[in-house]
């Protein structure tokens, strides 16, 4: 076992964990934090994506000792308060979602597109970028939107 430090969210977290335990399991089973999904075992659906020093990862990808001394943001943190995001709210407004099990993800993958993009977030680069997301329910059209309002509210 070994101890990991972190900050998940702004706020300081530690966790015993096993060596081979992967950074989604330190966040879903010691932290708590469920909105965080696993949603398959090959690394492709993208449901566990969270942000590691601001920069979006898939969590099941790596190990949680890995994370020690990292900042890690989950969609937890994304909101303030009880309002929503505007990346959160576009989902809302654009009906971006229907089960709702790969959204986290989505969002998480969504803030990352704006980070790197920022206004040059058009549906061609939103829907390359999608290609590590996998939506059961949607059809992706609805998301692809919702990202594209996303970024305009959050860049102006
Ligand atoms: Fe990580 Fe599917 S659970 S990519
Ligand atoms: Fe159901 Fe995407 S909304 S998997």
Redesign the pocket.
Same mark, same amino acid.
């Given at each position: 076992m070994t101890k990991v430090e972190l900050k998940v969210n702004g706020t300081p977290a530690s966790a015993e964990v096993e060596d081979q335990a992967l950074l989604v399991e330190l966040l879903r089973e010691h932290l708590k934090l469920t909105g965080t999904h696993v %949603?398959c075992d090959t690394s492709q659906c993208g449901a566990c994506v969270v942000h590691v020093d601001g920069v979006a990862v898939k969590s099941c990808t790596m190990f949680a000792v890995q994370a020690d001394g990292a900042e890690v943001l989950t969609i937890e943190g994304v909101a303030t308060g009880d309002r929503l995001h505007p990346m959160q709210e576009a989902f809302r407004e654009h009906h971006g979602?229907?089960? %709702?099990?790969? +959204?986290p993800g989505?969002v998480m993958a969504a803030l990352d597109m704006v980070r790197r993009h920022g206004r040059d977030l058009d549906e061609a680069t939103i829907r390359h970028d999608l290609e590590g997301n /996998? &939506?059961? &329910? +949607?059809g992706y059209q609805n /998301?692809v939107k919702a990202i594209k309002a996303g970024a305009t509210a959050m860049t102006g």
């Open positions: %949603g979602l229907q089960c %709702g099990f790969c +959204t989505m /996998i &939506c059961r &329910c +949607t /998301i």
